[in-house]
């Protein structure tokens, strides 16, 4: 499945090489990430931090994903998971940016099996099935799972692109 999601581009990978040390990179990721297990917060949005991030480090491998903000309608759906490994001066990160989580396979499902139910309705009942209503049907399950593809996708490439720049700017920064 990991391939087939790489393929539609709901989960990439980047490598991002920094002139830097891995102790130097762990000191500014714990300046700029904000300690969390990822799990869910309620009321996330009105935690006061000046960080974008919330994550953790371990000694060779990180997580993280972007913090929720309040009226925020750019709220990215992606989770990072990145390995550390240094060579020489350089410090070469591995990224996996995750878009697609496994909980929205039950949306999915639920809008198939809906659509599917009001077809069935339709079709079965005693009177002639208007043929407007097929079609208009096709467009309208295209676009509840079409849509939320685009979504993801796009939070996945925004991620990308956050990260690597992010990343370089905590380098450069004194």
């Known amino acids: 499945m990991n391939n087939f ?5 709901l989960i990439k990978d980047i490598t991002i090489q920094l002139p830097i040390t891995k102790t130097e990179f762990i000191q500014k990721f714990r300046n700029y990430v904000d300690e969390s297990d990822l799990g869910y917060v309620p009321f996330e949005v009105f935690q006061s931090s000046t960080n974008e991030y919330k994550g953790n480090i371990q000694n060779n491998t990180f997580e993280l994903k ?13 989770k990072v998971i990145g390995e550390l490994t240094q060579e020489n001066d350089q410090l070469t990160i591995n990224v996996e940016i995750f878009g697609f989580r ?7 499902v639920i809008i198939l099996l809906f659509y599917l139910v009001f077809f069935l309705g339709s079709v079965s009942n005693g009177d ?16 509840m799972l079409v849509i939320p593809y685009f979504v993801i996708r796009r939070s996945v490439n925004r991620m990308a692109y956050d990260l690597e720049r992010d990343f370089h700017y905590w380098v450069t920064k004194k």
């Open 102 to 108: 496994k909980r929205m396979l039950i949306f999915v």
């Open 5 to 9: 999601l790489r393929k539609v581009n």
């Open 66 to 78: 972007k913090r929720k903000k309040i009226f925020d309608t750019n709220y990215s759906f992606a």
């Open 128 to 143: 002639v099935f208007p043929f407007f209503i097929f079609p208009f049907l096709l467009i309208h399950m295209s676009l």
